[in-house]
Nanobody
Framework: QVQLVESGGGLVQAGGSLRLSCVAS????????MGWFRQAPGKEREFVAA????????NYADSVKGRFITSRDSAKNVVYLQMNSLKPEDTAVYYC?????????????????WGQGTQVTVSS
C-alpha cells in the first residue's frame, strides 16, 4: 500500500511564497519521477510541474514558469514545490503523484498513487 502526503499549504497574500512537501508512507519513491497537479473548484485537474527521479530534469506548466521550482531530496525521500510570486489564480488544492512511465508528462493519466492534496489559498 502506497500513500503520498502533501503538506505546506495555507493562506498567503498575493506576491508571497509557500513551499509544499510530498512524502511517501509505506514505501519510498526516490526511484520514480514525480509530478505536481492542482485543481481549483469547478475546474479540471491541471499539470503544474514534474521532476525526474534524479532531480536533474524538470518540466513546468507555462502558468508557473519562472515562479515555481520543484526539487527533491533523495536521502529524505521528499519532493518539494517552492512557489514564489503567488497569484490569486494559483488558489487550488495541490496534489503530488508518482509518474508511471519514467517521463515528465503533463497528463494526469500518466501518474498514480495520488496524495490527498493540500489547500493553497492566495488572497489579493
Amino acid at each position: 500500500q502506497v500513500q503520498l502526503v502533501e503538506s505546506g499549504g495555507g493562506l498567503v497574500q498575493a506576491g508571497g511564497s509557500l513551499r509544499l512537501s510530498c512524502v511517501a508512507s509505506g514505501r519510498t519513491f526516490s526511484s520514480y519521477a514525480m509530478g505536481w497537479f492542482r485543481q481549483a473548484p469547478g475546474k479540471e485537474r491541471e499539470f503544474v510541474a514534474a521532476i525526474s527521479r534524479s532531480g536533474g530534469s524538470t518540466n513546468y506548466a507555462d502558468s508557473v514558469k519562472g515562479r515555481f521550482i520543484t526539487s527533491r531530496d533523495s536521502a529524505k525521500n521528499v519532493v518539494y514545490l517552492q512557489m514564489n510570486s503567488l497569484k490569486p489564480e494559483d488558489t487550488a488544492v495541490y496534489y503530488c503523484a508518482i509518474e508511471r512511465f519514467g517521463g515528465l508528462g503533463i497528463r494526469s493519466e500518466e501518474y498514480t498513487y495520488w496524495g490527498q492534496g493540500t489547500q493553497v489559498t492566495v488572497s489579493s
